[in-house]
């Protein structure tokens, strides 16, 4: 799980995301965050997070078996924390270290219809030129069905309003089994390889 967060609701969904990867016999869930940038752009100096998982490393993508995306909605696009990260992972594009394992993207806005989908779809374009094989949320989930908040069928999200809410019931779910869908499809297509 490789996530930017500033205030902590795309944190609250990669936990429940995490606990929906570790419900599945054999997985484990490594979850990664990515550094502030600068004003200039530049990377953060802070070698290691206050609290919460550390940073990633690009080469630790290559060690892992499936790769779930998160960031808050910016604009109706992916913080660019996010997108300075995935900058950075041209090695890996070009040695095809993620061809073939499974991905999904989680998000967390706070507006229903400020992004969404825009934010997720946004995602999934980087990781289908890593050659990934993109899962998102069967409608076979309730939750994707029942919602009056976030989780949609291109993967889980959260309606973060008042800002910190906390997540609904179904945002739960489908964090859950988004995770638990990812990590199966990675158990499997591992076992077949
Ligand atoms: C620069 C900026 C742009 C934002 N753009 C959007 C947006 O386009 N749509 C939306 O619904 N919320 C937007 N928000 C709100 C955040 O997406 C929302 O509060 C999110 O839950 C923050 O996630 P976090 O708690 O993990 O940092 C924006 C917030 C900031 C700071």
Known sequence: MLYYSR???????????AEGV?????????????PEVSPRTEQSDDPLPISGPPYAEPDELSACDGLILGSPAYFGSMASPLKHFLEQTSPL????????????VFTSASSLHGGHE???????????HHGMLIAGLPYSEPAVVNTRSGCTPYGASHHDHPQGAPLSED??????AL?????KLALRLKSSS
Do not use: N, T, Y
Request: charged fraction near 20%; charge should be positive; hydrophobic fraction near 55%.
């Open 171 to 176: 945002e739960v779910r489908c964090a859950r």
């Open 179 to 183: 995770g638990r869908r990812v990590a």
């Open 93 to 104: 594009w070009l040695s095809g270290a993620l061809i073939d394992k499974p991905a999904a």
């Open 7 to 17: 205030h902590g609701s795309v944190a609250a969904l990669a936990e429940r995301i």
């Open 118 to 128: 825009s934010v997720l779809l946004g995602m999934i374009k980087p990781l289908l």
């Open 22 to 34: 570790e419900s599945v016999s054999g997985a484990l869930a490594l979850l990664r965050r990515v």
